[in-house]
T-cell receptor
Framework: DAMVIQNPRYQVTQFGKPVTLSCSQTLNHNVMYWYQQKSSQAPKLLFHYYDKDFNNEADTPDNFQSRRPNTSFCFLDIRSPGLGDTAMYLC??????????????FGPGTRLTVT | AQKVTQAQTEISVVEKEDVTLDCVYETRDTTYYLFWYKQPPSGELVFLIRRNSFDEQNEISGRYSWNFQKSTSSFNFTITASQVVDSAVYFCALSEARTGNQFYFGTGTSLTVIP
């Protein structure tokens, strides 16, 4: 039944140690998103893929990278995590929004703690 | 400028009371979409409703109802006969057709239903 799956659900990493978060989907949606959500804040879009086209938000730090090897999978790489990167990371998917906008379906998130 | 405003940061109600969560949006586009999401303590954002700017009909789904008023740029959400399971953070979001991938989230309203 799970449609958007994220692994791991919880991740603790040390300052500066690279970490990769993964997301997979069974919805066959064209668009995949990565959000960062800090405590008591709204989700903040980091980037999204429209098929294989990568779209980076202007204020997303260079420290954050992403890969989408196929339709189903997307990865978030944090090259050198800082303490300020402690947050929930949410993956979402949607249908192609050409001329419209469709609801996004979210995964359960990965809670990342940087120590 | 904030495109979506949820002025109520926290609300507490006693079980079985009705509660309305306010959402005010700002856009110059004539075609846009409004969404509500629920985020329970587990963290996953759950899609509740999508409404396009041309459809001002109010919608009811069980104990949930939504009041869309273009004249006041509001898309309010009412929970009737609230239950403890309704306790969550609720986010309102806006998407404009010309930038369909971009969701503008409000800051969320934390609802606590007291048994």
């Amino acid at each position: 039944d799970a449609m958007v799956i994220q692994n791991p659900r919880y991740q603790v990493t040390q300052f500066g140690k690279p970490v990769t978060l993964s997301c997979s989907q069974t919805l066959n949606h064209n668009v995949m998103y990565w959000y960062q959500q800090k405590s008591s804040q709204a989700p903040k879009l980091l980037f999204h893929y429209y098929d294989k086209d990568f779209n980076n938000e202007a204020d997303t730090p260079d420290n954050f990278q992403s890969r989408r090897p196929n339709t189903s999978f997307c990865f978030l790489d944090i090259r050198s995590p800082g303490l300020g990167d402690t947050a929930m990371y949410l993956c979402a998917t949607s249908r192609s929004p050409t001329g419209s906008s469709y609801e996004q379906y979210f995964g359960p998130g990965t809670r990342l703690t940087v120590t | 400028a904030q495109k979506v405003t949820q002025a109520q940061t926290e609300i507490s109600v006693v079980e079985k009371e009705d509660v309305t969560l306010d959402c005010v949006y700002e856009t110059r586009d004539t075609t846009y979409y409004l969404f509500w999401y629920k985020q329970p303590p587990s963290g996953e954002l759950v899609f509740l409703i999508r409404r396009n700017s041309f459809d001002e009909q109010n919608e009811i789904s069980g104990r949930y109802s939504w009041n869309f008023q273009k004249s006041t740029s509001s898309f309010n959400f009412t929970i009737t006969a609230s239950q403890v399971v309704d306790s969550a953070v609720y986010f309102c979001a806006l998407s404009e057709a010309r930038t369909g991938n971009q969701f503008y989230f409000g800051t969320g309203t934390s609802l606590t239903v007291i048994p």
